[in-house]
């Protein structure tokens, strides 16, 4: 297994065991893997996540028992109404770096996915998670673009294409969420 998806499962385990948030962002087919990670975070993956008994008994009905425990992490690319405020009253650059100043605290691990790594408006939310206390991890392409310069932790592809980066980051996120939830959840 890649040893930057290793660290980062490592930083993200400590960060949830503390409560806090992992904050997601990236641009077209990235944006569509924040929601895939936010996904296999937010419900169970491969284990089975029943809620505490005392949560059940405290809403007392059966259906209680089919929900899962979940891990926060808010994918920044999907809220439509607030990004198009955004883009409307502050510029389109700065749509995560917002959501960062808004939903962002120490602690809190920012996720930033760009095949280039040169995406401007995940490169500014990275800058603003980290002067929010933030640490900050950025999956790119060979190289890590301009990314690999503001972030915590690079996990990159071996790869340049596009298409060949996305396919691999799905295995690299994949096993990610696979670690925290074996750490977490087993």
Same mark, same amino acid.
């Given at each position: ?45 491969? +284990?089975?996540? &029943? ?6 008994? $405290? ?5 209680? *028992? #089919? %929900?899962? !425990? ?56 990275? +800058?603003?998670? &980290? ?6 991890? $950025? ?5 890590? *673009? #301009? %990314?690999? !310069? ?37």
């Amino acid at each position: 297994m890649h040893k930057a998806v290793e660290r980062a499962a490592e930083l993200l385990i400590a960060c949830f065991q503390k409560g806090g948030s992992l904050l997601l962002c990236g641009n077209g087919g990235s944006a569509a893997d924040c929601a895939h990670i936010a996904g296999e975070l937010c419900k169970g993956f491969l +284990l089975p996540r &029943r809620p505490e008994q005392a949560f059940m008994d $405290a809403v007392g009905e059966p259906w209680a *028992g #089919r %929900l899962q !425990q979940g891990l926060r992490a808010i994918d920044l690319t999907a809220n439509t109404a607030l990004i198009t405020a955004i883009i409307n009253d502050i510029g389109g650059e700065d749509i995560f770096a917002q959501q960062v100043m808004a939903f962002g605290r120490p602690g809190d691990i920012l996720l930033g996915i760009s095949t280039s790594g040169n995406a401007e408006n995940v490169r500014r939310a990275m +800058l603003a998670a &980290r002067a929010r206390g933030l640490a900050t991890i $950025a999956m790119t392409g060979t190289g890590g *673009g #301009r %990314l690999a !310069q503001v972030c915590d932790l690079l996990v990159e592809s071996a790869q340049r294409e596009t298409r060949s980066v996305q396919e691999e980051q799905i295995g690299q996120y994949h096993n990610l969420c696979m670690l925290i939830e074996q750490a977490l959840f087993r």
